[in-house]
Structure formats: structure tokens, C-alpha cells
């Protein structure tokens, strides 16, 4: 099995920017593709960005195109996703997601796995 961890969500103002974390722990060896999905409130959970194994490939939801950049570090089993230029309708549950497969899924039947989630408010 695979957990994943998220960290560093928080209440900001619209403008300002937060980068969330999630650390990989367990059968990290199986781990792939990486990605972080959001909730809002009344919403189904939707896609924002993920990134292949090596970090060459990635993927954005349309919306945040040129605000919100996913990294990662492969040594410390670790995604990143940089938020810039927050607004309010980016209020939502961040959670992490992890494929054992090469594919860059938009949809959360394509990860295996999953993070409990951060909250992330921002606020007008």
C-alpha cells in the first residue's frame, strides 16, 4: 500500500499564493503518476494537475493554466502544487492522488490512491 499525506492548506486572502505538499509513504516504488484533485463546497471532486514519474509530462485543469504549477521531488517521494494568484473559486479540499500506472489520468478512477485532503479557503 501507498499513503499519502497533504500539508500546507490554509484561510487566504484572494492574490496571495500557497504551495501544497504531499509525501509519499509505504510501496513508494510502485508510485507513478502523481496529481491533486479538489472538492468545493456543493461540487463533485475535479482535476487540477498532475505529473508523470519523471516530471517531463504534466497536466492542468484549463483553469488554473499559468497560476498553479505541480512539481515533484522523487528522492523525498514528494508532489508539490505551487498556487499563485489565488481566488476564491479555488476554494475546496486539495487531496492528493498516486497511479501505479504511466497514464496522466484526469479522472479519480485512474489513481490507485489516495491523500485524506487539506482545506484550502481563500477568501474575496
Known amino acids: 500500500q501507498v499513503q499519502l499525506i497533504e500539508s500546507g492548506g490554509g484561510l487566504v486572502q484572494a492574490g496571495v499564493s500557497l504551495r501544497l505538499s504531499c509525501a509519499a509513504s509505504g510501496r513508494t516504488y510502485s508510485v507513478n503518476v502523481m496529481g491533486w484533485f479538489r472538492q468545493g463546497p456543493g461540487k463533485e471532486r475535479e482535476f487540477v494537475a498532475a505529473?508523470?514519474?519523471?516530471?517531463?509530462?504534466?497536466r492542468y485543469k484549463d483553469s488554473v493554466k499559468g497560476r498553479f504549477t505541480i512539481s515533484r521531488d522523487n528522492a523525498k517521494n514528494t508532489v508539490f502544487l505551487q498556487m499563485n494568484s489565488l481566488k476564491p473559486e479555488d476554494t475546496a479540499v486539495y487531496s492528493c492522488a498516486a497511479s501505479d500506472t504511466g497514464f496522466i489520468g484526469t479522472v479519480p478512477r485512474d489513481y490507485n490512491y489516495w491523500g485524506q485532503g487539506t482545506q484550502v479557503t481563500v477568501s474575496s
Open positions: 505529473i508523470s514519474r519523471s516530471g517531463s509530462a504534466t
